[in-house]
T-cell receptor
Framework: GQNIDQPTEMTATEGAIVQINCTYQ??????LFWYQQHAGEAPTFLSY????GLEEKGRFSSFLSRSKGYSYLLLKELQMKDSASYLC??????????FGAGTRLAVHP | DAMVIQNPRYQVTQFGKPVTLSCSQT?????MYWYQQKSSQAPKLLFH???????NEADTPDNFQSRRPNTSFCFLDIRSPGLGDAAMYLC??????????????FGPGTRLTVT
């Protein structure tokens, strides 16, 4: 079966660093995506990993270990506008995205 | 700006009354997707078109149908909405090729309420 796990909620302080973990068990793997979704809005693309290692893009970085079925999204210098849900999604062997339920991040002053 | 547009943003329908949600794109992508997302849940793929080829997910109820008359437009028809169909419906597109990484671009969604 397909299973993607991520924490339901996290809280962090403005200016801090937060790491959101994602573990997956899927029947195929063709890459892992992270999306940001503000309440009532569509998901927006943050990052894509297909090889092991760290991808850095500004304040956001994403890491992948295929052998462990594990990824994390690292957010640095947190801002209030980073309060949102963060969705981990795996592209399976049919190139469909399997989404996790998302991690709701609350950033407080 | 190239984008994915969904209309309306909010739709209210009555129990059992057919409703159509629309999606259009100016990205000229060949793949279009429809997802259902209920509160605090993952988006769930209902079906997708690769060009004119329709691909239905095995667990998508028969109550949900789709049409893609041309590259730019795709419609989601719910023949007899039930209370359980109240959700956000997301349309997404992708180029559908390896070089593009299959990244999906989402529209703003239509929030459907069933009364």
């Amino acid at each position: 079966g397909q299973n993607i796990d991520q924490p339901t909620e996290m809280t962090a302080t403005e200016g801090a660093i937060v790491q959101i973990n994602c573990t997956y068990q899927t029947s195929g793997f063709n890459g892992l995506f992270w999306y940001q979704q503000h309440a009532g809005e569509a998901p927006t693309f943050l990052s894509y990993n297909v090889l092991d290692g760290l991808e850095e893009k500004g304040r956001f970085s994403s890491f992948l270990s295929r052998s462990k079925g594990y990824s994390y999204l690292l957010l640095k210098e947190l801002q209030m506008k980073d309060s949102a849900s963060y969705l981990c999604a795996v592209r399976d062997q049919f190139n469909k995205l399997i989404f996790g339920a998302g991690t709701r991040l609350a950033v407080h002053p | 700006d190239a984008m994915v547009i969904q209309n309306p943003r909010y739709q209210v329908t009555q129990f059992g009354k057919p409703v159509t949600l629309s999606c259009s794109q100016t990205l000229n992508h060949n793949v279009m997707y429809w997802y259902q997302q209920k509160s605090s849940q993952a988006p769930k793929l209902l079906f997708h078109y690769y060009d004119k080829d329709f691909n239905n997910e095995a667990d998508t109820p028969d109550n949900f149908q789709s049409r893609r008359p041309n590259t730019s437009f795709c419609f989601l028809d719910i023949r007899s909405p039930g209370l359980g169909d109240a959700a956000m419906y997301l349309c997404a597109t992708s180029r559908g090729d390896r070089l593009a990484g299959y990244e999906q671009y989402f529209g703003p969604g239509t929030r459907l309420t069933v009364t």
